[in-house]
């Protein structure tokens, strides 16, 4: 019985000791940035400077592709569907296409076709939605859409061969004549100006024509508009349906190359934030060799001077990275704010990766003095030699 | 003595100048690699925009009415007015020649293509490939390589003076061509040099040397519409104003900027009874792509320049703080709160002339090398920038030093030199 006492005491002694032990390790972990505060608050602002940064740096370069390709989107059509050898299209066809693109794009139907305007001069005549070409082709200089039946949109240089003083004209189209008036005008400097634009309604009813082309501006990446294009053939087999390589070859050129400078610059940016931290933080830890003299001549093993530091450097990157986080990601949306006028959305993949590095770092920078320390004589560290 | 401390404490403590001085330089080159990167960037991109395509079109001013439906010509071919020819090198004369990186004639006639007894009537489009264009004493490059970069050939492109001629890829697949067939083309044998995929219209027409389509038509220098591509500035209010109304030194600015109203006003004197106008397709989204790519290098320039100075800031504190036992010798033997900081400051500024001038020299190598791997191309520092960098170094680097010098100076020689603080 009494061996099981004092086994069992031994065993409290032990905990004691181990709870003591483990506070007091917290005690001096928290005593040191309370007593210094002055320089663990430098050590912390350098910390959540460079988080934030590399944080908005990170953040903008993986958000920048998107916000550019919406820019991008401005220059309209990225893909083309065409009916084969020059038939119209499937009826519901832009509802299919509708259905594929989703949210991602924007759609078009034009069908076009010769008249003869009264005086026999022969003209490109164009069906379409007006609506729909309003969000396509916003490079459009139209002086006033048409709202109404029967109201024309035509092209700057076709105006004076057909309505010269604004006046309602006719056109004729295989015997049929379609009565119209002069909405406003379209300046596009290529072929729009030689045209006109009905709506598709007065268009279909005059011509009995249906439309045989769609232009479509998806949104995506290029491998998600070659997924688009393999959907929209194979939804709409009746048609041929190409990208415009004209505009996707030069977006692709700017994108990359605006991407690269992004990464270029952040790099940069971020090399030097961690060696403004790394020298912060080892200028502190340098700065504390007495209290690391004072601790090894009391008794302290390595292993728990390292550990000590360790654990300090650890929680100070931790705190840092954890609040520069949140302030890069204010930096990154207001930049998207000031810059694209969208904000950029917070990638919460950024985390970890600030996280891990700016642990790293401020390791770094504890151990490196400390090996250097381990290798002093306490006693002449005291000695303030 | 001043001199001699200054000298001796750079003298005797190595590393800790080596330290702050690094931390320096790389400041200085971070911030000067950066400021290049931003200032040169508006160029580069606009270059790689250029890809996109011409962002202006001449047509005669006379024409009639185009009547073209997928790229398809309905209109009698030699029906309205053409640009002659001969003409064209005036476009390197304008004022802007400099922006102007290229230009392609085109000149689309019908055709009749024999082969293997069958015929078919088509459009032969005849342009420049990359000719060789002399203007007064300037020579140059230009066609259709530079003007339409995602034109792509299978095979080779043909040569100017020739009479090869490339196939689009549709045509090609119909017709079933490979690059070395011949065909006959309204009664002419010509070689098909490569088969042309361009994703447009062209797909579906024959391309060839101006000369040949100009033949056929029997328009010897006829030449339907010009594209040219140039460099231009974002549109704003001002270059939509009309020249015409803009008193003397007002119309000067405005012709003196790349708008591309007013290169459209060039080329329009340039070439006798022409009529100029950008393409809104390329020219108005060019200028908003362009202006956010700016904005967003100009912002990311902006966050590189306060890392490297809080770098600088940060190396030159913890070097002063290092030394609080030297200050507190100093004031033991009777230095004055201003020798004490006049000699860091000397330091400071000693230190910050060296990282800036290593800095600069760094940066400038960095910036190049940047240029070389994104954008192929050189981008150069001004040397203007030189003096101004060297002065934000000074003034970061005494901001950054002045709180730790406050404090150093402010320190009790008794409690500095025991070392307790």
Known sequence: VSADVSNSARRIAASRAQAQHTSMFFRMLLRAAVLRRGRAAAALFAMVVAAAVATAMLNLYVDVQAKLRRE????????????????????????????????????????????RSSEGQPIVVVGTDFDR???????????????????????VRALPVVSPKHQPFDLSFQGHTIHLNTAGTVQTGAAEDSRIYLSLA???????????????????????IAAILQQLQDAIPAANVRPVRQIMEGEARVLGKTRATVLAAATLIILTAALCVLSTLMGWVFDRRRDFAIMKALGASDRLLNGFFAAEAAA?????????????????????????????????????????GSIIVTLLSAILPISLLRRVQPAVILRGE | MFVRLVYESFRRQKRR??????????????????????????????????????????????????????????KPPSDGAFLNEADLPRIKGTFWHNNITGFAPMLPVNVTLQRGGKTENLTLLGTYFAKRVAFGKEEFNTGVRSTHAWWKVSGAWPDDDSRDVLVGERLAARLSVKPGDEVILSGRNVRVSGILSTGGSEDDQIVGPIALAQEILGKPGAVRRVYVSALTKPEDAFARRDPKSMSGPVYDRWYCSPYPQSIAFQLQEAIPHSHAEQIRQVAQNEGAVLTRIEGLIFLITLAALFASALAVSAAMATA???????VGLMKALGAGRLAVASIFFAEATLLALIGGFIGFAAGGL????????????????????????????????????????????????????????
């Open chain 1, 202 to 224: 007065d268009f279909v009813s005059w011509t009995g024509v249906q439309p045989s082309t769609l232009e479509i501006a998806a949104t995506g990446s290029p491998e998600e």
């Open chain 1, 72 to 115: 991008f989107r401005n220059y309209g059509a990225n893909i083309i569907l065409v009916g084969k050898d020059g038939n119209s299209l499937p009826h519901g066809a832009i509802n299919q296409v509708e259905s594929v693109l989703g949210s991602r794009g924007v759609v078009a139907p034009f069908a076009l076709l010769v008249a």
């Open chain 2, 17 to 74: 100048k080596l330290l702050a001085g690094a931390a320096i330089t790389l400041g200085v080159t971070v911030a000067t690699a950066m400021i290049a990167v931003a200032t040169d960037i508006g160029d580069k991109i606009n270059r790689e925009l250029r890809t996109i395509g011409a962002n202006l079109l001449v047509t005669p001013q006379e024409d009639t009415l185009d009547v073209e439906i997928g790229g398809v010509n309905l």
């Open chain 1, 316 to 356: 100070l990157g931790a705190t840092g990275a954890v609040i520069g986080f949140i302030l890069g990601i204010g930096i990154a949306a207001w930049i998207g704010r000031v810059n694209f006028h969208a904000p950029v959305s917070p990638r919460f993949a950024v985390l970890p990766i600030v996280l891990a």
């Open chain 1, 133 to 155: 070409v309003k969000q396509l082709d916003r490079w459009w200089s139209v002086s006033n859409w048409p709202s109404a039946q029967q109201q024309a949109l035509v092209g």
């Open chain 2, 320 to 326: 002063i703080f290092e030394r609080r036992a030297e």
């Open chain 2, 366 to 421: 960095l910036a190049r090398q940047i240029g070389r791997s994104i954008f192929d191309s050189q981008i150069t520092i001004p040397p203007v920038l030189f003096p101004v960098i060297l002065v934000i170094a000074v003034f970061v680097t005494f901001a950054g030093s002045a709180a730790a010098i406050r404090k150093a100076v402010g320190l009790d020689p008794v409690f500095a030199l025991r070392g307790e603080l």
